[in-house]
């Protein structure tokens, strides 16, 4: 299964300059026209895994450009295709129709304009039976099994 602070006053000057720089880099923060959210937002406030529910409503209001995490993304997509494949093939060996990626890609939109969004890594249907798996390279996390039912 694959998972993937100090609070600064606004007048106190920055302790890390290149965080600084990438601050700066980052750019203003643009409104969304209508409020959207991943489903792996909702899933971590529901888990527990985050307390803040401002930064899930901020994050779900405005849209900016990412700051570099560290994340080797390279490694991880390379690790996260992998399984997916292999995962993909012995579903299909048990004779199950798979849908990967893309192909399950939603949008919810309620009446009140909010939108909700996901994408499941697989779909497996097999006669009365269906399957809906998220594959995690990494260790387990709570939000993963509320990512999936929702």
Not at 50 to 68: G, M, N, T, V
Not at 86 to 107: I, P
Request: charged content about 30%; proline content about 5%; overall charge neutral.
């Amino acid at each position: 299964m694959s998972r993937r602070g100090s609070i600064q006053k606004p007048d106190e000057p920055e302790k890390n300059p290149s965080r600084e720089q990438s601050k700066q880099n980052a750019g203003p923060a643009a409104k969304r026209s209508n409020p959207f959210i991943w489903v792996s937002w909702l899933s971590k406030l529901m888990a527990g895994e985050k307390q803040c529910e401002w930064a899930c409503w901020f994050r779900s209001h405005y849209i900016w450009e990412k700051l570099p995490s560290g994340l080797d993304l390279a490694k991880w997509t390379a690790d996260h295709t992998q399984l997916l494949r292999a995962r993909k093939a012995e579903l299909e060996a048990e004779g199950f129709t798979v849908y990967a990626e893309d192909q399950n890609s939603f949008t919810l939109k309620g009446t009140d304009g909010i939108e909700v969004s996901g994408k499941p890594d697989i779909v497996a249907i097999r006669g009365e039976e269906a399957y809906v798996e998220d594959c995690k390279t990494g260790n387990p996390r709570h939000s993963d099994h509320f990512q999936v039912l929702i």
